[in-house]
């Protein structure tokens, strides 16, 4: 985002559409960080800064994929992703996902994960989704409680869902019905 809106001092949750250099930079280091701090959405630690940028950059050429992201202090500090069903999934078609959602630990207790949260499952809704799922590694505490306190329903766990890096997890998986299935 070249519009000079790294100047905003209070927090913000916008879509991106592409990156300027400085908007790419930050997040990779808050992807760091996030992943060093055991919430990198798959990595144990974190990629090259290149493997990274060509991540983000190749989220945003997925055409079933928006990428939010959160901003504080004019940089951005956290992302989420709402996940639609490609178009041959008629079967699903109703049922959009959340990724890659995850708050940089220097930035979190300031409301953005809520804020976050609360700008994909707008824009599901405006879309037409009537349930949104995620999921969840047990030791994700704050996540759990952030899914729950948003009304998800935790509907299964799984069992090994995942290696944190010392032992294997379960996974918790969340929907919401975010509109009527009429």
Not at 25 to 40: Q, R, T, V
Request: hydrophobic share 40%; proline share 4%; aromatic share 12%.
């Amino acid at each position: 985002m070249a519009d000079g809106s790294r100047n905003i001092q209070q927090p913000v949750i916008e879509t991106i559409e592409e990156f300027d250099p400085a908007d790419l930079e930050d997040l990779c280091e808050a992807a760091e960080e996030a992943i060093i701090d055991g919430n990198g959405f798959g990595w144990l630690t974190p990629p090259p800064r290149s493997v990274q940028q060509a991540f983000w950059k190749g989220v945003l050429m997925v055409p079933v994929r928006e990428l939010y992201c959160a901003r504080f202090e004019g940089r951005l500090v956290g992302t989420g992703q709402l996940v639609k069903p490609f178009s041959n999934n008629e079967a699903s078609g109703h049922i959009a996902q959340i990724a890659t959602f995850f708050i940089a630990p220097y930035a979190r207790g300031y409301g953005l994960a809520n804020g976050l949260l609360a700008v994909i499952e707008k824009s599901a809704k405006e879309q037409g989704f009537k349930i949104l799922e995620a999921d969840v590694r047990e030791t994700q505490e704050a996540a759990i409680s952030l899914m729950e306190s948003n009304g998800f329903n935790r509907w299964a766990e799984k069992k090994n869902y995942a290696w944190n890096g010392e032992r294997y997890v379960d996974g918790y998986f969340y929907n919401k019905l975010i509109a009527s299935l009429d």
